[in-house]
């Protein structure tokens, strides 16, 4: 979507390739409970649904249309995804491996995204832990580009995180609809199918690229991301807000600059980023300070010889929070 699309369907954080028992995750109230039961419902629809569609995204007054094909067979999921309107962009997943073509610009950026999903960011195994930090609850039964769907809502129990309005299909626990509100409680941004097709026959044409990443005047990015352990190399996280841990630890190449951390932070629901990068020169990733596009807040400060930038869809204080509390021993 606008920040940019790619981000919000398959986010920076995935679940591990195997579901705990849902039982223990839902020893809440009845409604609790079938609020909890109906997110299991989202996560496994993600992994298990093949379907075509187009949908809109609005970020405050700025709005976006794209197009998803959304395939899972025997070598698992495939994707294809182009803008509609705006800049031109195209991205293609095959399971961890995320191409995304930028024909005004004639770039390729390649990324290796180990445990990355799509949106939204549930963590099956941390569903247990969702209700500490969130009250979560049916709401009415509405529809939604003709499929009646569940609402479920999501409320925060502190200002360190996002507060989420989830309409799901009834039949296939499929998510149709999202709106994300800020610690204020305003909305930020959402998305919406305006139109879908869920199952039946989906043709594998429809993931093909239009572009290819061989063509000699294309420019290609490569961000070369490999698994660590950063603590090894004395970065640490001294504290995260409640409810966040790491799942996720990277090297990569980012802007040109190679052997840039990146660690992935969530709280079973939202996903942070901290991107630590050698200070060859005076600026970070982002300008030093916090910065906000819509629901994602930016986060940069020095710490010695490297910039510490976290992003993350967040409130600041959270973002901010995390910042402050990444730390380097030697």
Same mark, same amino acid.
């Given at each position: ?19 705990l ?33 187009v949908?809109?995204y ?13 395939v ?31 024909p ?11 445990? @990355?999903? #799509?949106?939204?960011?549930? &963590?099956?195994?941390? $569903?247990?832990?969702? +209700? ?5 609850? =049916? ?103 409640p ?14 600059? @190679?052997? #840039?951390?990146?660690?992935? &932070?969530?709280?079973? $629901?939202a996903?942070? +980023? ?5 200070? =060859?020169?005076?600026?970070?990733v ?45």
């Open positions: 979507m606008i920040r940019p699309l790619a981000l919000r369907l398959w986010g920076t954080a995935r679940a591990l390739p195997f579901l028992p849902v039982s223990a995750a839902l020893a809440q109230t009845d409604t609790s409970t079938s609020a909890l039961q109906w997110l299991q419902r989202v996560y496994t629809a993600t992994q298990k649904l093949s379907y075509s569609g949908f809109v609005q970020q405050g007054q700025q709005f976006e249309t794209s197009r998803i094909t959304h899972v067979d025997a070598s698992g999921p495939r994707e294809r995804l182009e803008t509609l309107d705006g800049v031109p962009r195209e991205i293609i997943r095959t399971r961890d491996e995320v191409v995304c073509y930028l005004a610009s004639k770039a390729v950026k390649i990324d290796k995204q180990y445990g @990355s999903r #799509v949106f939204p960011d549930i &963590l099956p195994e941390r $569903l247990k832990d969702l +209700s500490e930090n969130y009250d979560i609850r =049916k709401g009415e039964i509405e529809r939604v580009g003709g499929y009646d769907c569940q609402v479920i809502v999501i409320e925060p129990k502190d200002r360190m995180r996002y507060g989420h309005r989830f309409w799901v299909d009834l039949h296939s626990g499929m998510l149709l609809k999202a709106k994300t509100f800020d610690e204020n409680g305003e909305m930020v941004e959402q998305f919406a199918f305006t139109q879908l097709q869920i199952g039946g026959a989906i043709g594998r044409e429809k993931l093909k690229a239009r572009f290819s990443r061989e063509s000699r005047d294309w420019r290609v990015e490569d961000s070369g991301a490999v698994l660590t352990n950063l603590a090894e190399a004395g970065w640490t996280i001294r504290s995260g807000p409810g966040f841990r790491t799942v996720t630890e990277l090297l990569r190449t980012l802007g040109g600059t @190679s052997g #840039v951390g990146h660690i992935v &932070l969530s709280d079973g $629901l996903a942070v +980023s901290v991107f630590i990068q050698p200070a =060859k020169t005076k600026q970070p982002s300008r030093p300070g916090l910065v906000r596009q819509g629901a994602i807040n930016v986060y940069a400060r020095q710490v010695g010889d490297h910039w510490v930038t976290v992003v993350g869809e967040a409130p600041a204080e959270s973002v901010k929070y995390i910042a402050d509390a990444v730390e380097f021993r030697k």
